[in-house]
C-alpha cells in the first residue's frame, strides 16, 4: 500500500494536495492510517451497523475514518439520528443511501445533506 500510494502521489504532481482514501470497508490497524488520509472503515448496508463499530475504530484515528452505509431503511428522523451519532463520535466522514448501489440518488438524499450540514 506504501508503494501504490506513493505512485499515486507522485502521478498527480506530488504537490501536496492529493487525498489519499483507502477503502478497505472494515476496521483496519493503525498503520493504513500513516499511509492513507483516510480509511473507510465500514461499507455495508445500513442493517449490518453497530454503534460498537466506532470503538473499535483506532483510539485518536475517527477523524480520519469514513463510514459508507446503503439500504437505509430508517426514516428521516432516524438519519437525522443515524447522523448525529456518527458524526458525534468525531468520524470524519459518512454517506448514506437508500439504495441498494451508488447509481442514483437517495431518495432522501435533501434531508441527508441537511442533517450533514447541520451535524
Known amino acids: 500500500?506504501?508503494?501504490?500510494?506513493?505512485?499515486?502521489?507522485?502521478?498527480?504532481?506530488?504537490?501536496?494536495?492529493?487525498?489519499?482514501?483507502?477503502?478497505?470497508?472494515?476496521?483496519?490497524?493503525?498503520?493504513?492510517?500513516?499511509?492513507?488520509?483516510?480509511?473507510?472503515v465500514f461499507e455495508d448496508a445500513y442493517q449490518v451497523y453497530t454503534p460498537q463499530i466506532m470503538a473499535s475504530i483506532p483510539t485518536g484515528f475517527e477523524e480520519r475514518s469514513l463510514f459508507i452505509m446503503y439500504n437505509f431503511t430508517g426514516t428521516v428522523g432516524q438519519q437525522?439520528?443515524?447522523?448525529?451519532?456518527?458524526?458525534?463520535?468525531?468520524?470524519g466522514g459518512l454517506f448514506v443511501t437508500d439504495q441498494a448501489g451508488y447509481t442514483s440518488w437517495s431518495g432522501i438524499w435533501g434531508e441527508f445533506v441537511g442533517d450533514m450540514d447541520g451535524a
Request: aromatic share 8%.
Open 1 to 40: 500500500m506504501v508503494n501504490i500510494t506513493t505512485l499515486a502521489r507522485g502521478s498527480l504532481g506530488g504537490n501536496g494536495t492529493s487525498t489519499t482514501v483507502f477503502n478497505p470497508g472494515e476496521i483496519v490497524v493503525e498503520n493504513w492510517y500513516g499511509v492513507a488520509d483516510y480509511v473507510d
Open 80 to 91: 437525522m439520528e443515524l447522523v448525529d451519532s456518527v458524526v458525534g463520535a468525531g468520524v
